[in-house]
């Protein structure tokens, strides 16, 4: 079993950095590639980014390409997502998820998912 727990979000303004968390428990974390994911209100929930389980590969939606990093350190069981250049539209909530042998942009192929954390974005 994997758990999966956010922090690091907050209120920002336009043009502003933030780095959120995902630290993780479980025996099997390292093992597994991990993504970022976003719901703002009214909306679907969202793809951001995803890391295989080296970290030498990452993938980004469009939209956070050049402004958005994620990252991972396994020795500390730890995810990150490294946000320049805060757009309001960037409001949301940030999830993380894990899933054994899936790396993409499918929420569905996610197993383990933590509870958000908000980031709001203010102009």
């Known amino acids: 079993q994997v758990q999966l727990a956010e922090s690091g979000g907050g209120l920002m303004q336009v043009g502003g950095s933030l780095r959120v968390s995902c630290a993780g428990s479980?025996?099997?974390?390292?093992?597994?590639?991990m993504a970022w994911f976003r719901q703002a209100p009214g909306k679907d929930r969202e793809f951001v980014a995803a890391?295989?389980?080296?970290?030498?590969?990452?993938q980004y939606a469009d939209f956070v390409k050049g402004r958005f990093t994620i990252s991972r350190d396994k020795a500390k069981n730890t995810l990150y997502l490294q946000m320049n250049s805060l757009l309001p539209e960037d409001t949301a909530v940030y999830y993380c998820?894990?899933?054994?042998?899936?790396?993409?942009?499918?929420?569905?192929?996610?197993?383990?998912w933590g509870r958000g954390t908000q980031v709001t974005v203010s102009s």
């Open positions: 998820a894990a899933s054994p042998g899936y790396v993409g942009s499918n929420a569905g192929g996610y197993r383990y």
């Open positions: 479980g025996r099997s974390f390292s093992e597994y590639p």
């Open positions: 890391i295989t389980v080296s970290g030498a590969g990452t």
